[in-house]
């Protein structure tokens, strides 16, 4: 599909198993909206991408998905714990002149349903985070 003229095509599947290391050389950036195990012949190849400076994008859901596979969860920062609660909580814009939230404010209310395992790795970005107790 193009999207923005002529500025990106995008090219959707649900076949993972066509993200082959040589497919991926073929892209700008790669957006993961998934969950479960995936049938990647090879997941190294994604890790490799990225280290090697290809964009990656992992959408909600995409932190719950190889379990099994440490690279990943360091990659993506952690993984999925459940859905404990579902209520509107204050959120803390941690990057507030970062493109992704630049329009956000210093914080903002939102609907909150799910958990990390765990608090990301100290060298992941963080862009929001959890204002426990804030009534922003």
């Known amino acids: 599909t193009e999207a923005a ?3 990106f095509v995008v090219e959707c ?3 993972a198993s066509t993200l082959t290391r040589e ?3 073929d892209f700008a950036g790669v957006v993961f ?3 479960g195990t995936l049938p990647m012949p090879e997941p190294a190849a ?3 991408y ?3 400076g290809g964009g990656f994008v992992g959408v909600h859901s ?3 998905t190889f379990y099994d596979y440490a690279a990943y969860g360091e990659m993506i920062g952690g993984y999925f714990d459940g859905h404990p609660w579902h209520e509107e909580v204050g959120v803390l814009v941690e990057a507030p002149d970062h493109p992704a939230t630049a329009h956000l404010g210093s914080s903002f209310r939102g609907i909150l ?3 990390p395992r765990a608090q990301p790795d100290p060298g992941v970005a963080v862009d929001r985070s959890l204002g426990h107790g804030s009534s922003s």
Do not use: N
């Open 13 to 15: 599947t649900q076949d």
């Open 50 to 52: 990225v280290k090697s």
């Open 33 to 35: 909206y998934t969950t």
């Open 113 to 115: 349903s799910h958990a």
């Open 5 to 7: 003229g002529d500025h």
């Open 46 to 48: 994604l890790i490799d």
């Open 62 to 64: 995409a932190t719950d």
């Open 23 to 25: 497919r991926l050389a």
